[in-house]
């Protein structure tokens, strides 16, 4: 096909195929370089400077490529983010113990702040204030990934008898990223000492029930 290069014609294997299939399968090399070019212009650069066109370049696609699977920046943006919360908590941590789990999941999510996330947030700060909807397209995206991993950890400790029934992970969702990133915009360490402070006065408190 003229003026196509070969990104731009992936699906158009026909039924001529020396392996006897029609299309060929989805390209996930080529998403995943979509993907990780997103994320390097969204620290670089920020989410209002980014376009779909340095995308497709520092990616080595085409727009048609990218358009084909997204309908725009946001929705790139949403799904890089997605992928990279995936690979984050894939594996929930079993320690043994509610506090353990607790500081585990905290211990990475601080790891991924402090380095390249932390980039990563400054650059879609502004543009969630000026975009509400941007901001909410994040949230239905990334929530489920976070709300799995510490439902996995409430239910190990309901199991073990640390945590009475009807316990709801959501507020950690909200509250551990939250104040974490307090601290990390006003200069101050996301250290160990950091995450202990966290998950022994703010997210077990949330979890447990004060005695009357």
Excluded: N
């Excluded at 014609?9 to 080529?30: I, K, L, N, Y």
């Excluded at 969204?42 to 990616?59: F, K, N, P, Q």
Aim: net charge negative; hydrophobic share 45%; aromatic share 4%.
């Amino acid at each position: 096909m003229a003026g196509l290069s070969p990104a731009d014609t992936e699906g158009e294997e026909g039924a001529g195929s020396p392996h006897g299939r029609v299309g060929r399968p989805r390209d996930d090399e080529r998403e995943e370089a979509i993907l990780d070019a997103a994320l390097e212009l969204l620290t670089e650069i920020g989410y209002d400077r980014m376009s779909i066109g340095a995308v497709a370049a520092r990616a080595r696609a085409s727009k048609a490529t990218i358009y084909r699977r997204w309908q725009g920046k946001a929705e790139l943006v949403a799904a890089a983010m997605r992928r990279r919360v995936d690979q984050d908590v894939a594996d929930a941590p079993d320690t043994g113990s509610l506090r353990g789990d607790l500081l585990a999941v905290v211990e990475l999510m601080l790891t991924y702040m402090a380095g390249v996330d932390g980039g990563l947030v400054s650059g879609m700060a502004a543009a969630i204030r000026s975009d509400p909807g941007f901001g909410r397209l994040l949230e239905a995206r990334l929530h489920e990934p976070k709300m799995q991993v510490l439902s996995a950890v409430v239910a190990r400790a309901q199991a073990r008898g640390e945590l009475g029934p009807g316990v709801d992970p959501s507020a950690l969702v909200e509250v551990g990223p939250a104040v974490a990133g307090f601290r990390l915009m006003h200069g101050r360490p996301l250290d160990a000492a950091f995450a202990e402070h966290l998950v022994d006065t703010i997210l077990i408190p949330l979890l447990v029930p004060r005695s009357r």
